[in-house]
């Protein structure tokens, strides 16, 4: 069993390592951003969109999305003063869109973040089901991901205590481990 286990635990360490950088990366810059300076860049562009192929913002939104490349899940479709407004959003890119049914024009306003936002992107990411395939990927790996690095902590867990001579200093320090984590768990929930 505890050649199984050693096993599973080196494996599952690297697999998920890449996965545990990107979340680490990600963490500290939600907890820096304001120090590392990120500047996303804004881009606008006007098209002529004819009326009937955009009768709701939903239809707006397939028709941005099957003939003029825009990608992502749509956020915040609504109508109004006569215009739609909605949000095309991707890891990395949104779309503001707004768009007059009177004159048929649509005005997108592209906002591109850099590898660091679209990493926080990807860790605020929730949801299985969502309009833009990639993103469902991802949420599938994300979800595989805790899984791994559960079971990677438990068979270390198990590792660890198959060694007798380490188990005190073992306990002290999954204990403290523990301590920390519920504790930065409850602050966070409480701020």
Not at 28 to 44: H, K
Not at 73 to 81: F, M
Request: glycine share 8%; proline share 4%; charged share 15%.
């Amino acid at each position: 069993m505890f050649r199984l286990m050693r096993n599973v635990h080196l494996i599952f360490g690297l697999i998920f390592f890449f996965y545990a950088i990107i979340f680490a990366v990600s963490s500290l810059t939600i907890i820096y951003r304001p120090w590392l300076g990120l500047s996303p860049t804004d881009t606008e562009q006007t098209l002529s969109i004819p009326a009937d192929q955009a009768a709701t913002p939903r239809a707006l939104a397939l028709e941005l999305m099957r003939d003029h490349g825009l990608k992502g899940d749509l956020r915040q479709a609504g109508e109004k003063d006569g215009e739609f407004n909605l949000v095309i959003a991707r890891p990395g890119t949104t779309d503001n869109v707004r768009y007059s049914p009177a004159t048929g024009q649509a005005t997108i306003k592209t906002r591109r973040q850099g590898v660091l936002e679209t990493m926080v992107q990807l860790h605020t990411n929730h949801g299985f089901w969502h309009d833009y395939l990639p993103a469902n990927a991802w949420a599938m790996l994300s979800f595989l991901g805790s899984a791994g690095l559960f079971l990677l902590g438990a068979t270390g867990v198990y590792l660890w205590f198959c060694h007798n001579e380490e188990r005190v200093v073992g306990s002290v320090i999954l204990a403290l481990g523990l301590i920390y984590g519920i504790t930065s768990l409850v602050l966070s929930r409480i701020a």
